[in-house]
């Protein structure tokens, strides 16, 4: 089966960088998606990792190791229209996604 | 348009009744998933198509759900004699084939059992 942690909630200032963790137990992976998710929309792609390291986007970053299980999503520069949940999801070994519960982000002026 | 596009956006029903979900993927995308959110919570998968076959069943919570798909376009996910707790957000997306990691999601169907 898979597990996927990441924080329910997360606070940041506005012109801040904010930095999303998201842990992850699978059985087979092809691959680490970030999704992000306004309120009442679906959600929309950002970021996927399948090696180890960093893949910058923009504003947005998404780090990989897989020995450790781990990815974060780095945003620099928030905006208030950042506020919205990040979604982890961990591609298995049958290509679906798993995705985690979500993390709402919330940027404060 | 040209993205993935679902109906009826809002669907209220009494429970012990059928209800069916429609999804049009983007033209020419082979894969096809189906997803629920519960509110407050993750997406949880249910089913996928590659074309019109499903290879991976798993994710249907019950045998009281169902899909099925028209060739490599239209997908309906049937809920039958529904329950309250099938009150979620149904979440359709299509990627170009199995292998294409990106997934496009469609607007997402409400529904709510009373």
């Known amino acids: 089966g898979q597990n996927i942690d990441q924080p329910t909630e997360m606070t940041a200032t506005e012109g801040a960088i904010v930095q999303i963790n998201c842990t992850y137990q699978t059985s087979g992976f092809n691959g680490l998606f970030w999704y992000q998710q306004h309120a009442g929309e679906a959600p929309t792609f950002l970021s996927y990792n399948v090696l180890d390291g960093l893949e910058e986007k923009g504003r947005f970053s998404s780090f990989l190791s897989r020995s450790k299980g781990y990815s974060y999503l780095l945003l620099k520069e928030l905006q208030m229209k950042d506020s919205a949940s990040y979604l982890c999801a961990v591609s298995g070994s049958a290509r679906q996604l798993t995705f985690g519960s979500g993390t709402q982000l919330t940027v404060l002026p | ?114």
């Open chain 2, 1 to 114: 348009g040209a993205g993935v596009s679902q109906s009826p956006s809002n669907k209220v029903t009494e429970k012990g009744k059928d209800v069916e979900l429609r999804c049009d993927p983007i033209s020419g995308h082979t894969a096809l998933y189906w997803y629920r959110q519960r509110l407050g919570q993750g997406l949880e998968f249910l089913i996928y198509f590659q074309g019109n076959s499903a290879p991976d069943k798993s994710g249907l919570p019950s045998d009281r759900f169902s899909a099925e798909r028209t060739g490599e376009s239209v997908s309906t996910l049937t809920i039958q004699r529904t329950q309250q707790e099938d009150s979620a957000v149904y979440l359709c997306a299509s990627s170009q084939d199995r292998y294409s990691y990106e997934q496009y999601f469609g607007p997402g169907t409400r529904l709510t059992v009373t």
